[in-house]
């Protein structure tokens, strides 16, 4: 499991409109000044808001989040603007979910098989058909 690396995710504010790609390609070169030689790919969540937008330099993404102090804007076409929040691209904590784990696997078990890919900080046993959770903390980038 790896880092995003020259990442910057954009959140988009989610009661505003619904973005098209077009309109996600549009800003990206039009508001962002981004040339398409600066751009190694461009990824969409949909259902999170959010764009994911992979740097070919870790240079151009730090100047962008240093000369936007990481908040920005996007115009819709009926001139409504959403506020987009910009990021270095990371882990961050995450919730796992592991199903079908016997009820009597001792937390510590648990702890040492997925530590060797990130400190565990929770295991949270689940009963019945409810997978158990597991949080694990990784360094930001």
Request: hydrophobic share 35%.
């Amino acid at each position: 499991m790896s880092e995003r690396q020259n990442t910057l995710v954009c959140t988009f504010d989610p009661q505003s409109p619904r973005i098209t790609a077009y309109d996600i390609h549009e800003w990206i070169y039009d508001t962002m000044c981004l040339q398409e030689n600066e751009v190694a790919m461009v990824q969409v969540n949909g259902p999170r808001r959010q764009v994911y937008i992979k740097f070919r330099e870790y240079k151009k993404m730090r100047e962008i989040l240093m000369a936007t102090n990481g908040h920005g804007e996007l115009r819709h076409t009926n001139g409504e603007i959403s506020k987009v929040r910009r990021e270095a691209a990371g882990l961050g904590i995450r919730r796992v979910r592991i199903a079908n784990l016997p009820t009597d696997v001792p937390d510590r078990v648990i702890r040492m098989g997925l530590g060797t890919y990130r400190e565990v900080k929770e295991v949270q046993a689940k009963t019945g058909h409810v997978p158990t959770d597991i949080q694990w903390l990784t360094a930001s980038e």
